[in-house]
């Protein structure tokens, strides 16, 4: 009867050997009828074809692993890197980016704007001398610009040049980065647009979709209110929105409008918007198409988002409301640097584990041990960045806030150039300050292959933001379209902490020279 088993067995293993290995060829099969599970593992489906033809099934006999089990090893092994393969975090490429750059009718030389204001806005003398010492101070250059409804005599404050100005921006950006990334508006999946302070019916995202004729399923969504930080708050639901999207574009516009929020009255918290915040946009292109790899600027690595509005005082550093006589304006906080440093630190204690090397997170650590523990008075550990990024773009809301960033990330002179020159050349244009920042490190030819950047912004509510990116080719400086590479042969220049206004260099077109009030005369 032994023998009887023994002769059985091996035609019970060829009828098994059959079935199964027309089970396990079929597995390629299966990976051409599901396009998430061909897309992670059809490399692997010749390979093991090929161990299939070669015995392995005799291989497997061999151990003691019968024919069956084998098959449902393969199968679960297929099951698992098919699971593996789409809870994988789909990466987010940046395919281009463009910013904004208004015509030469748009410059505001110093004089210019301290002109205008003080021959169109209901100011006081005292105000026009803050806002004139604030100007010196504030680290603009002479050619930022202004929407032609503030440098016109008298001031055009309406609806309808607002909507001028930010149509002029919009479409300005999203042609050119269109053109610049080589896709079609109809190819675009998601779209994202943020203004803070002017939100119009229809919105934003429906006069994109209605002056390209996009697609009637796009994903859109219509950030206002926000802050300067709105940007990064951008990109981050633009990677999730990517993530449920599959080979699909996202375009993601970034601007503020400045004619409806220049502030005309004489409360000096208020005053200081007018001294620094100036016409910017810019439109960032994002893929998630793995074939969009080769051609693609950035990846997208890390979005960090920190809000701090639960704290009173942060939530109230940043606030739109009227003054006295109902004139609506933007009140800036004494105890805005205070707040916006509690949020950095916030953000840069969940970045830092995901960014740094060891040895800065064991330091970190340490200090934070033996304050907690030990109550020893040790000051803490504040990271070296400088090691896990090389370059840093900064948020450019004004020349106080780039000081104190400056030393509190022990960052030289060459890592905030690109901010100083963005807040010199545009002024704070917002959400959309980091793209011009960004755009400088390209021009001036300094992204290679590898390199890390950083974005941090700053927004009303409190609100801290990054993103971290990682350049996937070398970027060569001069490129067409930058919006610095007219003036790269003039660029970097030296700004003065006060540098004086000469008022007497502007003269309106009929002769009149405005001349600030001084103290006491």
Same mark, same amino acid.
């Given at each position: 009867?032994?023998?009887? #088993? $023994?002769?059985?067995?091996?035609?019970?293993?060829?009828?098994?050997?059959?079935?199964?290995?027309?089970?396990?060829?079929?597995?390629?099969?299966l990976?051409?009828?599901?396009?998430?599970?061909?897309?992670?593992?059809?490399?692997?489906?010749?390979?093991?074809?090929?161990?299939?033809?070669?015995?392995?099934?005799?291989s497997?006999?061999?151990?003691?692993?019968?024919?069956?089990?084998a098959s449902?090893?393969?199968?679960?092994?297929?099951?698992?890197?098919?699971?593996?393969?789409v809870?994988r975090?789909?990466?987010?490429?940046?395919?281009?980016?463009?910013?904004?750059?208004?015509?030469?009718?748009?410059?505001?030389?110093?004089?210019k704007?301290?002109?205008?204001?003080?021959?169109?806005?209901?100011?006081?003398?005292?105000?026009?001398?803050?806002q004139?010492?604030?100007?010196?101070?504030?680290?603009?250059?002479?050619?930022?610009?202004?929407?032609?409804?503030?440098?016109?005599?008298?001031?055009?404050?309406?609806?309808?040049?607002?909507?001028?100005?930010?149509?002029?921006?919009?479409?300005?950006?999203? #042609?050119?980065?269109?053109?610049?990334?080589?896709?079609?508006?109809?190819?675009?999946?998601?779209?994202i =647009?943020?203004?803070?302070?002017?939100?119009?019916?229809?919105?934003f995202?429906?006069?994109?979709?209605?002056?390209?004729?996009m697609?009637?399923?796009?994903?859109?969504?219509?950030?206002?209110?926000?802050?300067?930080?709105?940007?990064?708050?951008?990109?981050?639901?633009?990677?999730?929105?990517?993530?449920?999207?599959?080979?699909?574009?996202?375009?993601?516009?970034?601007?503020?409008?400045?004619?409806?929020?220049?502030?005309?009255?004489?409360?000096?918290p208020?005053?200081?918007t007018?001294?620094?915040?100036? $016409?910017?946009?810019? +439109?960032?292109?994002?893929?998630?198409?793995?074939?969009?790899?080769?051609? +693609?600027?950035?990846q997208?690595?890390?979005?960090?988002?920190?809000?701090?509005?639960?704290?009173?005082?942060s939530f109230?550093?940043?606030?739109?409301?009227?003054?006295?006589?109902?004139?609506?304006?933007?009140?800036?906080?004494?105890?805005?640097?205070?707040?916006?440093?509690?949020?950095?630190?916030?953000?840069?204690?969940?970045?830092?584990?995901?960014?740094?090397?060891?040895?800065?997170?064991?330091?970190?650590?340490?200090?934070?041990?033996?304050?907690?523990?030990?109550?020893?008075?040790?000051?803490?550990?504040?990271p070296?960045?400088r090691? +896990?990024?090389?370059? =840093?773009?900064?948020?450019?809301?004004?020349?106080?806030v780039?000081?104190?960033?400056?030393?509190?990330?022990?960052?030289?002179?060459?890592?905030?150039?690109?901010?100083?020159?963005?807040l010199?050349?545009f002024?704070?244009?917002?959400?959309?300050?980091?793209?011009?920042?960004?755009?400088y490190?390209?021009?001036?030819?300094?992204?290679?292959?590898?390199?890390?950047?950083?974005?941090?912004? =700053?927004?009303s509510?409190?609100k801290?933001?990054?993103?971290?990116?990682?350049?996937?080719?070398?970027?060569?400086?001069?490129?067409?379209?930058?919006?610095?590479t007219?003036?790269?042969?003039v660029?970097?220049?030296?700004?003065?902490?006060?540098?004086?206004?000469?008022?007497?260099?502007?003269t309106?077109?009929?002769?009149?020279?405005?001349?600030?009030?001084?103290?006491?005369?």
């Amino acid at each position: 009867m032994g023998s009887r #088993e $023994v002769l059985g067995a091996p035609a019970r293993s060829n009828s098994n050997k059959t079935a199964v290995l027309g089970h396990l060829l079929a597995v390629p099969a299966l990976f051409a009828l599901a396009p998430r599970l061909s897309a992670a593992l059809l490399p692997w489906s010749p390979a093991l074809s090929r161990l299939l033809s070669t015995g392995l099934l005799r291989s497997l006999a061999s151990l003691g692993i019968t024919v069956p089990a084998a098959s449902a090893a393969v199968w679960f092994v297929a099951a698992a890197a098919w699971a593996y393969a789409v809870s994988r975090p789909r990466p987010v490429y940046l395919v281009d980016l463009s910013g904004y750059v208004a015509g030469a009718s748009h410059e505001a030389s110093r004089a210019k704007t301290v002109a205008h204001f003080g021959r169109c806005g209901n100011f006081s003398d005292a105000s026009m001398a803050f806002q004139k010492r604030m100007l010196e101070r504030s680290g603009l250059g002479e050619r930022t610009h202004f929407p032609a409804s503030l440098i016109s005599v008298p001031v055009d404050m309406c609806l309808r040049t607002a909507r001028e100005e930010s149509h002029a921006v919009i479409f300005g950006v999203v #042609e050119d980065v269109l053109r610049r990334g080589g896709v079609a508006a109809a190819d675009v999946g998601v779209l994202i =647009f943020n203004s803070s302070l002017l939100s119009t019916t229809p919105s934003f995202t429906s006069l994109i979709v209605n002056r390209y004729g996009m697609r009637h399923d796009v994903v859109s969504h219509n950030l206002s209110g926000m802050g300067c930080s709105a940007g990064i708050i951008a990109i981050d639901l633009a990677k999730r929105l990517l993530q449920v999207h599959p080979d699909t574009y996202a375009l993601v516009v970034s601007t503020e409008n400045i004619t409806l929020n220049a502030y005309m009255g004489n409360n000096r918290p208020m005053l200081v918007t007018n001294t620094l915040f100036r $016409v910017g946009g810019a +439109a960032i292109l994002l893929s998630n198409r793995r074939a969009d790899r080769r051609r +693609a600027k950035y990846q997208l690595i890390h979005t960090v988002r920190t809000h701090r509005g639960a704290h009173d005082q942060s939530f109230g550093c940043v606030t739109q409301e009227e003054d006295d006589v109902g004139r609506v304006g933007v009140s800036l906080s004494k105890e805005l640097m205070v707040v916006a440093g509690e949020a950095l630190r916030t953000n840069i204690t969940t970045l830092g584990p995901l960014v740094l090397p060891m040895s800065e997170q064991l330091r970190f650590l340490a200090t934070v041990v033996l304050n907690r523990v030990f109550r020893a008075k040790v000051r803490a550990y504040l990271p070296d960045f400088r090691l +896990a990024f090389e370059h =840093f773009c900064i948020h450019a809301g004004g020349r106080g806030v780039l000081d104190e960033l400056e030393r509190s990330l022990k960052l030289s002179a060459w890592h905030m150039e690109p901010s100083r020159m963005t807040l010199c050349r545009f002024g704070n244009t917002s959400s959309s300050s980091l793209w011009y920042e960004l755009a400088y490190s390209e021009a001036k030819g300094r992204i290679r292959k590898g390199d890390r950047v950083w974005q941090i912004a =700053f927004g009303s509510g409190f609100k801290c933001n990054s993103a971290v990116w990682k350049a996937l080719r070398t970027v060569e400086g001069g490129e067409e379209g930058n919006p610095w590479t007219p003036e790269l042969d003039v660029l970097p220049i030296d700004v003065p902490r006060v540098s004086p206004v000469d008022e007497t260099s502007y003269t309106f077109p009929d002769g009149v020279v405005y001349k600030v009030a001084v103290a006491g005369q």
